[in-house]
Structures are given as C-alpha cells and as structure tokens.
C-alpha cells in the first residue's frame, strides 16, 4: 500500500467512526446503490457527484437550530469526504 493510500483508508476509517456517519450512511448507502445500480463504471462513479445533494437531503430532519445547522455541516462534510477520497483511489 502506497503512503497516499494508507492515509486515504486512515481518513476513511476515522470518518465511519463518527456518529453522523454511522447515522447517515446507511441510508445514503441505500440511495447510492439504487442511482448506481448493480452494473456501474468508472464514469458512474464520477457522476454519482451530481446526486450528492440528493443523497444528502435524504437524511435531513426538521429544523434550523444551531444544533440541526451544525449537523447538516459535518454530514455533508462526510458525504462529500467519502466520495471525494472514492474517486481518487489510486491516483
């Protein structure tokens, strides 16, 4: 494993230790898979960013207190972590 890569999987692995994470992502994992499908490539990958918001907003609770603002910033920022880190595996 090269140096970029162990970091990469560090990162990543730090990331799914979150509560947030551990709350929101078996939802979006749902909502990833069905815009994905069982037969997808490289490009479906790099697409898969036009959904985010999406993906994200499937997980939204009501409110906009501080707590539910501060929330909605580190779950988006997990979101957008993890599929950053996916499209530039082995880069």
């Known amino acids: 494993m090269t140096i970029p890569e162990y ?4 990162s990543i692995e730090s990331l799914f230790s979150t509560n947030t994470m551990n709350n929101c992502w078996p939802i ?3 909502n990833i898979n069905e815009i994905l499908g069982d037969d997808f490539n490289e490009t479906d990958i790099i ?4 959904h ?5 907003r499937s997980t939204g ?3 906009r207190g501080q707590s539910e603002v501060s929330a909605g910033g580190t779950a ?3 979101l957008v972590c993890w599929y950053i880190n996916l499209c ?3 880069s």
């Open 61 to 63: 609770g009501e409110g």
């Open 28 to 30: 979006w994992k749902e």
């Open 52 to 56: 985010l918001s999406s993906i994200f």
């Open 7 to 10: 970091f990469r999987k560090t």
């Open 47 to 50: 697409n898969l960013g036009d």
């Open 76 to 78: 988006w920022e997990s």
């Open 88 to 90: 530039t595996i082995g």
